[in-house]
């Protein structure tokens, strides 16, 4: 499987004319992007707004975020089991309007008011201390605003904010389908030299069954009580790996975006044939509701890495869960006993001033650890000059149940706040030292 | 730069007073550099002065430690000190230990910066580990005092440095013994970049760094069975987020520091009254729609009935469990206790959640 990976940066965004890609910059027509998002009866009102790195924006509400790729070759299409039929995907050709994303802040109203199934939002900041710990200030931002009409279900509300920004970013990035790339990589795990240490991607995400949507779909599955399941690392960059977009916040669920552009995954092909040889990606659900479900996860993984003949495994998780960590701990140590070396990356925990433990769980074959940061640590927000987002902007909750919090002035809050806040997987060169 | 006065804490071995024959003697202070302190002002090259030294017999400190720090903090305060150096101790149990206390009291006290040296075997280290304050540093040094020259350099190259206000960065860098509080850093290499440098390290056998060491967690005992269940008093503990109605007590989604107990007198099942529920750790539709599954009053109440075990405590105690410090928990635990010993509660069913 070979996937050419073409790059069409985005230096600016414009609502004029037509929609349009021409020498970085993208115009965009509101009316006919509005028109596109409102053949969904299931959203009541549409707009957009644009947020460009270093300017004093605060954009709210936001619940999930996308890159505008396209597939202009190979089979299947880029969301695949979303925007088409469910088709392998990974192979071909695909175009990437990068440096700029689809952000979407929709407001509809909750039936499940609090607790982990409940829609939550986020925050993303252009400017200012927050900015340094989110990809999203870094990315001019299209920001897609939605207001959902009244007595959608919860998975309905998934749906309709999942549609809408992937066929806005689908119409986005159709305007390069023409147009000569600025430059092209190519990702393909092919036949390499057998002295290369073999490593395995174990990706640990957190999902919960019994919820609308578990938190992760691949291919538009959401992914409930399964086992691990091998899968090509090329296939999330066609976008085959999509969070719920209900739930964008708390910086506790890599959105969609992410899912796209994973920084391990990135690391890891374009490694492979140079000091590696990567095998794929052990996409391993966790949180499992008994110590034998976390067992028996644990196991399987271990067990796919080692029927792949894996020297060694990457493992990751998301999720601030201490339940969820449990499961990927055990995996670690099940790899370790079955000859799999490991390296776990992963946020520490620690408390407000660090002093407090950095894991809840620990086993003795985790020798190789790597930090990216404390999602404990609280950082004060400065007060925007101006506030984006769907609805009143006034008054913005982000976890239901939880305080309010008003975004137009200072406050206090954590990184999980932020959209992309806490670094799952080593995006950031953030990390923890110890005085 | 002017000299910055600083005080020099030593024993009464190294105050030149004698070894254990002379551990009883009391706290003496003396305006000028003795002992250690001479040689580490020399090595300071001006950067400081040591305006007074205090010496001590180890077990004199030991025996009085309130009363020497007090007049400690009465002497820095006279001579208006900017720092407080002791030691080093090397291996030695009680001067490691006197040094640490000290350490921390001025810098507590007078929010000055304090430098030792000691063993990383020193029983001191410890303490140091559990006051984990910003403002106090430890160098390692040998067990044995012939490496006092070394230890000497490196504190007063250290306390050069905090002199002038220089930031001090993370401990494997500049080489203190860790407190152990951790903080946030940018370096050069993305996460996932190191992580894989250090898988490659780890299957080549080359040697790495782990950026978080293991630690060992305490084990929880299990407590012995209760030996007479049948007049036991039982009480019910939940952290699935079960609170009185409308919150009034003001616990939130995750990250709590209290608890409260709520009554349940004369009911046969959580479904009785209305409840509510805050925890962002699960769904918490089916917990809203039977609150016995996070406090089980009904099965509670058949087996009361049955008379499997004696009573069951009219209230029960609550903390929504999720995302909570270990040491928020524990304090909470410790409260909860003292009420339920305080109410001759025998046994405890917790429920997970």
Redesign the interface.
Known sequence: MRLELANFPVKDVRFDGRTNYHGGVLEINREELVALVLEDRKVVSANFDVAVPGEQTRIVRVRDVVEPRLKVSGTGCVFPGILGPVETVGQGRTHRLSGVTVMTSAEYKLT?L????AGRTALVDMWGPAA?LTPFASTINIVLMLKLRDGVSELEAHAAIQSAELRVAQRLAETTRERAAEDVEVFELFETDPSL?R?VYILGCRT?W??PHSGVALYGLPIRESLPTLVHPNEFLDGAATSDARRGGKGTFPCTWEWMNH??L???LR?HGK??NFLGVILQRTRFESDFGKQVTAACASQMARLLKA????ITRTG????NFIDVMLTVQACERKGV???F??P????R????????????E?????????L??VITFPAPAKVIGAGDTQIVEI?P??PLISPSTSFVGDKGYLQGGI?W??????????? | MALRRIMYYVNQFFGGIGGEDKADVPITFREEAVGPARRFQELCQGSLEVAVTAYCGDNYFAEHESDVLASILEVARKYHVGMLVAGPAFGAGRYGFACVEICHFLNISLNIPCISGMSVESPGVELYKQYKDKGVFLIPTSEAVSGMGEALSKMARLASRVVKGETIGAAPGEGYIPRGFRLDAVVDKCGAERAVDILLDKLAGRAFATEIPIETLEGIPVAPPIANLKDARLALVSTAGVVACGNPDGFKTYGNTQWRKYSFDKMNSMKDASWDVYHGGYNTVFMHENPNYGVPLDVCREIEKEKAFGKLYPFFYSTPGNMALISAMQAISREILKDMKAEGIDGVLLVST
């Open positions: 499940i609090e607790g982990n199934a340094q240490p490593v919960t019994h919820e920084p391990v990135l690391r890891l490694e000091r590696l020297d060694g495994a990457v601030p869960s201490g339940n070396k490991t390296v990356l992963t520490e925990w620690g408390g001033e660090g002093t407090e433990l950095p894991l809840v769980f620990y086993v003795p985790a020798s190789a650890m790597v930090t990216t940061g404390s404990d640590r976890t149940g939880d670094d997987w080593g995006g950031t060169r953030h990390t923890c030292q110890v005085y």
